[in-house]
């Protein structure tokens, strides 16, 4: 029983009995021990916004391994997505392109509750408790696995090449670390599975895999689930499926234009201020000539 004295208090201050309520409801909350075992790692945030990233197909990701760089880079960053790049990694496979859906995994250095807590979780969700281990079993047709280690290179390491020729065989395009590998040599054999990593390293892992497809980081982009990946030896970039229909379609056009920049260059019969870029006249006259390809 509330005293007379208390009533008329709480009636001066509705938002005590707010606040109160609130409290009462966020204590009441109980996660599903299930969600432990959910084989992705649950985030709210990606909950929310997964429902608007949309899918990538085979047909586009064919498309994009037949762009330049920049022209990608250019329609993404019209788009809305200024960090969209990062370009401080070494690869594996020199002259060899990567392109396909992101994986996500995020390592954190290791302590001891938190290897029995990861350990426990293992067993729940019936995957192994080596997270490069994991990868090679759970990696889709198509996928670019991409590990957040903090960017560490001696602590950094992910793998090594009997899990990367594990995920290879699954069906892995390559792999990006905002971290490191060891193997380098046995890496550098594996034609069509380029290693993208901020260095290179003997020793074996020492952080622990905790998160699996959740929002991670490489430098300064953030890398969600599903997202777009294509990656050289200039630079990797990821993007939301959602705006990879009019990323290709800016991207074609541009890289087209330029073609036929390069084209009139090498003619050398106009002037290079005329030429780069396309002054009026010449822009119009490759229009024309654009129109009738159609």
């Known amino acids: 029983m509330v005293s007379t004295d208390a009533a008329e208090e709480l009636v001066r201050h509705p938002g005590v009995i707010l606040g109160l309520i609130a409290a009462a409801s966020f204590a009441q ?3 599903d021990p299930k969600l432990r075992a959910n084989r992705n790692t649950y985030s709210p945030v990606l909950e929310v916004i997964k429902p608007t990233l949309g899918k990538v197909t085979d047909e586009q990701l064919e498309k994009l391994k037949n762009l330049q760089l920049e022209p990608i880079w250019q329609a993404v960053q019209a788009l809305g997505y200024r960090n ?3 370009s401080g990694l070494k690869t594996s496979r ?7 859906r992101a994986l996500t995994i995020r390592y954190l250095p290791a302590r001891p509750d938190l290897a029995e807590a990861m350990l426990t979780l293992a067993k729940e969700g019936d995957w192994p408790r080596a997270y490069n281990v994991r990868a090679a079993e759970e990696v889709k047709p198509g996928d ?3 590990v957040d280690l903090g960017g560490e290179i001696s602590d950094g390491i992910f793998f090594g090449d009997v899990s990367a020729i594990g995920a290879q065989t699954a069906g892995a395009q390559g792999v990006i670390l905002y971290g490191s590998s060891r193997d ?6 594996m034609p069509g599975f380029p290693v993208f990593a901020m260095g290179w390293d003997p020793k074996p892992a020492v952080q622990l895999g905790v998160d699996w497809n959740v929002p991670i980081r490489v430098g300064n982009v953030t890398v969600l689930p ?5 990656a050289n030896d200039e630079a990797a970039m990821f993007f939301p499926a959602k705006i990879v229909g009019e990323v290709i379609e800016r991207a074609t056009a541009t890289q087209d234009q330029e073609m036929y920049e390069r084209q009139l260059t090498r003619e050398k ?7 780069y870029p396309l002054s009026p006249e010449l822009k119009k006259q490759y229009e024309a000539e654009k129109a009738k390809e159609k």
């Open 29 to 31: 909350v109980v996660p």
């Open 144 to 146: 670019v696995i991409v």
């Open 84 to 86: 969209c790049h990062f």
């Open 184 to 189: 380098l040599q046995e890496l550098q054999k």
């Open 226 to 230: 599903g997202d777009v990946v294509v």
């Open 94 to 100: 020199p002259g060899e392109r990567l392109v396909g």
């Open 269 to 275: 019969k106009h002037r290079f201020r005329d030429v």
